[in-house]
């Protein structure tokens, strides 16, 4: 299946997966996507995927997704260069992973999200199990890239600059103002300094299909949480069970602690004979994550405003679950 007829190589590609890690990521970057890709051929996208950077089809990209999006830049140029820098990342592809959710758990420290009753349970259930991976991750010396990152990098370092840049001043809020994040939350808490500090657990062979079925309770759960305190009918909600038990701030602390210092450890900061993190120093590496020019989310790429849309269709007739799930601002 080529590309649609609207759409060129070197346009963006954005999907919605039908997962609760993929609905959960629309959710809390109040977004109607949840992966980005680039086209780099008639009908091959590339992306980063947890192997690393690779190809693919077109249609095999549609697989699991109910909505596709086609932007392309706003000014249009010759993609050339932005194709060359894919391609030299492509060249490089072990060196870089992505599993969405490393995403989720950023996103669930960094805006500020809803939190019902079982939603902190939610948080540490998430990172945790990205903690894990970002261990796997060190492990094999590969370093987080997030998939939409690939594609802000390849027009970001493309030269001449202009007008491959994207201007991401278009950010989502998800959460009323005033409401602070959980990442600020934690370094005010008074009990911080005495949080253990605790080492990830590689997971081996990561298995996301393992991962999305043991997260499926607690996402379906909050989401629908989410959407009741929104007055979002129960038809247009994630089925999901009673609301689990909250972890204890200290078991909060220590999870969100030990996701920092996976983080520090992937991104290759870490070296023999270092002095380990302070429970401070791992929360701001998660804030110095998130704060990073190139971490750019799925729904950056769909709000910005050097992209326009070309193409927008429904995969199997699927229609949209998570508009007004947020209030976005």
């Not at 979002?232 to 996701?259: C, H, K």
Request: with cysteine.
């Amino acid at each position: 299946m080529p590309l649609p007829s609207e759409l060129r190589t070197g346009d963006v590609v954005l999907t919605r997966g039908t997962g609760h890690i993929s609905r959960a990521i629309c959710l809390l970057d109040g977004s109607e996507v949840s992966h980005a890709a680039l086209a780099i051929g008639p009908d091959t996208l590339a992306e980063a995927v947890g192997e690393g950077l690779h190809t693919l089809t077109y249609a095999k990209a549609l697989d699991e997704h109910d909505l596709v999006v086609g932007r392309t830049l706003t000014h249009p140029a010759d993609m050339a260069p932005v194709l060359d820098v894919a391609q030299r990342y492509l060249g490089s592809r072990h060196a870089y992973a992505h599993q969405q959710i490393v995403l989720l758990a950023v996103l669930a420290l960094t805006r500020r999200i809803p939190l019902p009753p079982g939603g902190k349970h939610m948080v540490r259930a998430v990172l945790d199990r990205a903690a894990g991976v970002l261990n796997t991750m060190a492990e094999r010396g590969q370093q987080p890239m997030i998939c939409s990152e690939f594609v802000y990098r390849c027009h970001t370092e493309a030269r001449p600059a202009p007008p491959y840049a994207l201007d991401l001043r278009m950010r989502a809020a998800t959460a009323p103002a005033g409401e602070e994040t959980l990442l600020r939350w934690a370094e005010g808490h008074p009990a911080l300094p005495r949080v253990p500090l605790k080492a990830p657990t590689a997971l081996g062979a990561y298995d996301p299909v393992g991962a999305e079925a043991a997260l499926a309770p607690v996402l379906s759960s909050y989401n629908a949480a989410v959407g009741k305190a929104n007055g979002i009918p129960a038809a247009q909600r994630l089925p999901g069970v009673g609301a689990p038990t909250d972890p204890s701030d200290e078991e909060l602390l220590a999870s969100m602690t030990a996701f920092g210092t996976a983080l520090h450890q992937a991104a290759g900061a870490d070296s023999d004979g270092a002095e380990p993190l302070t429970p401070h120093q791992a929360l701001e590496r998660i804030r110095v994550t998130e704060a990073e020019p190139n971490f750019v989310t799925p729904g950056d790429l769909l709000r910005t405003l050097s992209l326009t849309e070309k193409y927008r269709a429904p995969i199997g007739g699927a229609a949209s679950v998570t508009s007004g799930l947020l209030d976005p601002r």
